[in-house]
T-cell receptor
């Protein structure tokens, strides 16, 4: 099992450019999440998908959109990147019960110039 | 918004000694879970241990245990017999259940632990 995979691992964008971060899990999990981690900070929830077909805003959703493409895949889109979106982005998944641990992908390091 | 406090930005411990990492939180949820994650310098997030708010006994997982004091809203992580590989950032993350499934974790700012010979 690969667990949670993310692509790309690194990306540099110019202000105003758009891109999509891809995430896939092979654990048959129902719930998926996108977080961002800024230097010296903990992770903050951007969006989540409690189950296939549903998505909801987290703590810091502005400037992002998400798509739960199917049970395996959950993508995060930046429509018009800004320097404030420079961060490390983590995707995670969990079985979907109340207190299941979340399994994290390796992260995508994004720099917006 | 939920507030998580990890008051120790940096900690040092001698190899083979025990260390306690502090975490307090502020939640109004009657039912919640408490998670601890480890982030080594390589960057990945590794799940360590979990405690449910209604669990009577403190959770243990190998060398990791939780000192959970519900009334004080405190969930300190205890690492026994520290190893060099324990050097990492440690995050406390209380979680509330989400309608439809899953749980919403709120992360503290972390404690950087350095294990010394």
């Amino acid at each position: 099992n690969a667990g949670v995979t993310q692509t790309p691992k690194f990306q540099v964008l110019k202000t105003g450019q758009s891109m999509t971060l891809q995430c896939a899990q092979d654990m048959n999990h129902n719930s998926m999440y996108w977080y961002r981690q800024d230097p010296g900070m903990g992770l903050r929830l951007i969006y989540y998908s409690a189950s296939e077909g549903t998505t909801d805003k987290g703590e810091v959703p502005n400037g992002y959109n998400v798509s739960r493409l199917n049970k395996r895949e959950f993508s995060l889109r930046l429509e018009s990147a800004a320097p404030s979106q420079t961060s490390v982005y983590f995707c995670a998944s969990s079985e979907g019960g109340g207190w299941d641990e979340q399994f994290f992908g390796p992260g995508t390091r994004l720099t917006v110039l | 918004a939920q507030k998580i406090t990890q008051t120790q930005p940096g900690m040092f411990v001698q190899e083979k000694e025990a260390v306690t990492l502090d975490c307090t939180y502020d939640t109004s949820d009657p039912s919640y879970g408490l998670f601890w994650y480890k982030q080594p310098s390589s960057g990945e997030m590794i799940f360590l241990i979990y405690q449910g708010s209604y669990d009577q006994q403190n959770a243990t997982e190998g060398r990791y245990s939780l000192n959970f004091q519900k009334a004080r809203k405190s969930a300190n992580l205890v690492i026994s017999a520290s190893q060099l590989g324990d050097s990492a950032m440690y995050f406390c993350a209380p979680g509330g259940g989400l309608t439809g499934g899953g749980n919403k974790l709120t992360f503290g700012t972390g404690t950087q632990l350095k294990v010394e010979l």
